[in-house]
């Protein structure tokens, strides 16, 4: 894993904070917000504490606090007056700037805090879809482009598999209601973004089916045995990155020959790679969805 990232470009500031650079600079210069080093070159370049300054400036900001008054406001207060007000807010877009913050600060408290005020008013499935959803979208763009670091990435994204995590296990004591269909969620091999996967995991239990969750990176021979105690299965899968876009077709035609001989093969598949799959080999029993809300509408 790379190591977390110190020090950030003013574009790096803007993508993160959504602070045009340009009113970063009128900030900077007018009310002293931001004190950034210059390199050799006189680029500026900032640290993490300015960093999570700003982030906090924003929200601060982006709650009606006028510019001026923030800049009177001590660097060591400024964390105290965000956090009264995560607690007693849970507006979507500040949500999101607060995820960041604590992202950016690897703050345990302030991402359960901010989930917390957001579950005050929402339901989890509001949550992820509203909240989560175009959060990690955001994180995977920044990612993407170098503003943030792995280690951040991986931070959030484990206290998000949590809540997920702690949704199923609360629908997890309740038998199936339905018995018509029985999904099997799993990754393929060397995949291993699974947060997606396991919200739709929580949702087919949630609309009264039995999931057997196989998790991240199987090998397809391991799915015969499933094939082997259920009829009616429905292979449910995410292609985020593998199989790579020339290999995704192959894949198929493997499974087509690993479900060869079951009476009523099923698969749905979500994810970017579903771009790279033929109409005219695609089989029959596959179905590809552009979205997890698709996916749900059908089950």
């Known amino acids: 894993m790379n190591n977390v990232k110190k020090q950030f470009s003013i574009r790096d500031l803007e993508n993160l904070s959504g602070i045009k650079a340009h009113t970063i600079r009128i900030w900077e210069k007018r009310y002293n917000l931001l004190s950034p080093e210059r390199t050799d070159t006189n680029i500026r370049t900032y640290s993490l504490a300015s960093l999570q300054k700003l982030l906090n400036v924003t929200l601060l900001y982006n709650n009606g606090h006028k510019i001026s008054k923030i800049a009177k406001i001590s660097d060591k207060d400024i964390p105290y007056v965000v956090r009264e007000i995560v607690a007693k807010h849970s507006h979507k877009s500040q949500a ?4 960041k913050l604590a992202m950016v600060n690897f703050d345990q408290t302030m991402f359960f805090n901010t989930y917390n005020a957001l579950l005050s008013e929402n339901s989890f499935r509001e949550i992820f879809k509203e909240t989560f959803v175009p959060l990690l979208n955001e994180l995977g763009l920044l990612w993407q482009t170098d503003t943030i670091s792995p280690a951040h990435e991986h931070f959030m994204s484990s206290l998000i598999k949590q809540k997920i995590l702690l949704n199923i296990e609360k629908l997890q004591h309740l038998e199936p ?21 396991l919200y739709i995991n929580y949702e087919i239990i949630l609309k009264g089916y039995k999931c057997i969750y196989l998790g991240p990176t199987i090998p397809l021979e391991n799915l015969e045995d499933v094939l082997k105690y259920f009829d009616d299965i429905y292979f449910v899968s995410y292609f985020t990155v593998f199989p790579e876009k020339d290999r995704v077709n192959k894949y198929l035609e493997d499974f087509s020959e690993l479900v060869a001989d079951y009476q009523n093969p099923n698969f749905w598949i979500l994810g970017r790679q579903i771009n790279f799959i033929e109409d005219t080999t695609k089989p029959k029993y596959c179905r590809t969805f552009s979205s997890i809300d698709s996916l749900v509408s059908n089950l």
């Open 177 to 197: 209601t339905k018995t018509d269909k029985v999904f099997v969620a799993f990754l393929p091999e060397n995949e291993i973004h699974d947060i997606g996967l």
């Open 96 to 99: 999101i700037n607060a995820f």
